[in-house]
């Protein structure tokens, strides 16, 4: 049998028909991690504790559970008890937390097994995945699991990367910008975004309260359907009839696309048209204005007393300015050091300005500003969801220069917004380009708390689409 063909869907009912055993799908997966260390997809890899959890699944398991024996992977900064949780930096590296976050309990209740825990930009700051700090390869940054000379995306690298090189089919991340939707886009894989609030965010290394969130990232929008359902509660969802989807597509989320995404997000307009979709062209003013407003000030006004507040739940005695002198990406360090730690932002010219008056502004005002603007624009043209290119480009080289601040800005140009506004959003796969042959995404985000009919529209689209091919390589 050809397990890394298996998508969640697939190997839980395989696993529940006992047409299959929990030892040889983690067995498999943990030779597949094995063989892929140059991606640098693991931080920590779980061997014993994993086959232990399959041969105990095997032997008396429960199999109606909706996870049973299946194995999954969790990003390095979401707590797994008795294994380390180093949010992808030095100081937290031997930090091993007693109990899971509640996002973890819930899919080891329903029978999940942690294989390992996934590589990540340090401190989830960033989209690159280009993180100093761990390696199990030659070269530093987690690699893309289509070709290894780019970037994995950011910040949940290493969780994209192990399932876009079919090492599992299904995992976490976290999403403060894009982190969930990024690396799922460069990989060719599924994820969700959930409404702010929808998933418990306790147990979680933290950026900002205001835009964090736990995310399933999975081979298939069914799979993600399946974690999202084991997570929030819920039946079953059902594919939408794509017949009566309605979705908008904003000009403004079409800038800097090169020809591959072009292309392909076109093609992929003109597919969901012939399944009966209605598209239709809206207008977001102030969109990218309001944005600006409330993006960078909440994430590096909150990261200060989130990330003070999570050292004292570690237990582990660290101050933020310990925990920043050991920061190892050049990109973070300067963020932590020039930015979080004195409470500045970046003003006029090239002056720094106390950031508490602009957060206050953002919170207050520019915030409740933009969740009108998408609140008008779902409601006043009666919209489902609004699409776009997930990222503007494919992956980027893999080097230091991948973190800079420019191609920082460029790949959450489409999901940043959505992430201010704290409404969910869903990344599917569309194609390979046609020139660079690596995975292109698509994304709709719908209103706030739609989170279920935006996975009903995503498998509906999963027939439409396809899953893409695997890496040559994997």
């Known amino acids: 049998m050809n397990y890394d063909e298996l998508t969640l869907t697939q190997a839980t009912a395989d696993l529940r028909a006992g047409k299959i055993t929990s030892t040889a799908l983690t067995t498999e997966a943990l030779a597949r ?53 180093s949010a992808g ?44 700090a761990f390696k199990t390869g030659a070269e530093f940054g987690v690699r893309n699991a289509y070709d290894r000379a780019r970037i994995a995306g950011g910040s949940s690298s290493g969780t994209g990367a192990a399932i876009g090189a079919r090492i599992v089919a299904g995992g ?58 084991v997570i929030a509660g819920g039946d079953p969802i059902l594919p939408a009839d794509l017949r009566l989807v309605r979705i908008g597509i904003a000009k403004a989320m079409l800038a800097n696309l090169d020809g591959d995404t072009e292309a392909a997000f076109h093609g992929a307009v003109a597919q969901m048209k012939a399944q009966g979709t209605v598209v239709v062209e809206i207008e977001m003013p102030q969109l990218a204005e309001l944005n600006s ?21 570690t237990g582990t005695g660290l101050s933020i300015e310990a925990l920043a002198q050991e920061i190892s990406s050049a990109d973070v360090k300067g963020t932590y050091e020039g930015l979080v730690i004195p409470r500045k932002l970046p003003g006029p010219g090239d002056t720094l300005v106390d950031a508490k008056p602009i957060y ?7 915030r409740p500003a933009l969740q009108a603007l998408y609140g008008n624009t779902f409601s006043g043209n009666k919209l489902d969801a609004i699409a776009f290119p997930t990222t503007p480009r494919v992956a980027i080289p893999s080097n230091p220069d991948s973190s800079s601040l420019e191609n920082f800005a460029l790949f959450i140009q489409n999901t940043d917004p959505g992430s201010n506004a704290g409404i969910p959003g869903i990344q599917i796969p569309i194609a390979l380009g046609a020139s660079s042959r690596l995975p292109i995404g ?20 999963d027939s439409v689409f396809g899953r893409l091919p695997p890496p040559r390589r994997s």
């Open 33 to 85: 991690a094995r063989a892929n260390a140059d991606l640098n997809a693991f931080i920590t890899l779980d061997e014993a504790g994993a086959m232990k959890a399959a041969a105990a699944f095997d032997a008396k398991g429960d199999r109606s559970k909706p996870l049973g024996g299946m194995p999954v992977v969790i990003k390095d900064n979401i707590e797994v008890a008795g294994l380390p949780c």
């Open 442 to 461: 698509l994304e709709l985000d719908g209103p706030a708390g739609s989170d279920r009919r935006l996975l009903a529209i995503g498998m509906a689209m």
């Open 293 to 313: 407003q409330v993006s960078f000030p909440v994430a590096l006004y909150e990261a200060y007393d989130d990330l003070v507040a999570y050292l004292a739940h």
């Open 360 to 366: 206050d502004a953002a919170v207050k005002t520019a």
């Open 89 to 132: 930096t030095p100081a937290l590296k031997d930090y091993i937390p007693g109990a899971d976050a509640p996002v973890v309990a819930k899919l080891r209740a329903a029978g999940a097994i942690i294989i390992g825990k996934t590589s990540m930009h340090e401190l989830a700051f960033g989209i690159s995945g280009y993180n100093t």
């Open 172 to 229: 976490l991340g976290t999403d403060t910008g894009g982190s969930v939707r990024v690396p799922a886009a460069l990989n060719g894989c599924a994820s969700l975004r959930p409404t702010v609030g929808r998933y418990p965010q306790e147990g979680i290394a933290p950026i900002s309260h205001t835009r964090d969130t736990a995310g399933p990232m999975a081979a298939t929008m069914a799979d993600v359907a399946l974690l999202d359902r």
